[in-house]
Nanobody, 122 residues
Framework: QVQLVESGGGLVQAGGSLRLSCAAS????????MGWYRQAPGKQRELVAT???????NYADSVKGRFTISRDNAKNTVYLQMNSLKPEDTAVYYC????????????????WGQGTQVTVSS
């Protein structure tokens, strides 16, 4: 069984910063792409940023220059440093990862965390 556990959300004023973390655990063989998505009330879930195993990154235009995604492969953890936060960044942030794990056989699947709330006040 594989689990993704997020932490680091909270309430912050506009212009402030937060750092999200997401740790993967279980019988993990390898992790390919890891990423962050977000979903605001009444809106569809959208991509925020992704990072490959070799640290190639991709960002949504709305967060470029403000957010930085990184990962620690030894800890199976992905981070999202969010600076210059805006009220429109308010959403539930979800961690996602494409993981190969062993369950009697090798299984490749994508997994989601439970989400962490980020609220930016104006």
């Amino acid at each position: 069984q594989v689990q993704l556990v997020e932490s680091g959300g909270g309430l912050v004023q506009a212009g402030g910063s937060l750092r999200l973390s997401c740790a993967a655990s279980g019988s993990i063989f390898s992790i390919n792409v890891m990423g962050w998505y977000r979903q605001a009330p009444g809106k569809q879930r959208e991509l925020v940023a992704t990072i490959t195993k070799t640290a190639s990154t991709n960002y949504a235009d709305s967060v470029k220059g403000r957010f930085t995604i990184s990962r620690d492969n030894a800890k199976n953890t992905v981070y999202l440093q969010m600076n210059s936060l805006k009220p429109e960044d308010t959403a539930v942030y979800y961690c996602n990862a494409y993981i190969t794990h062993y369950n009697g056989r090798y299984v490749y699947n994508d997994y989601w965390g439970q989400g962490t709330q980020v609220t930016v006040s104006s």
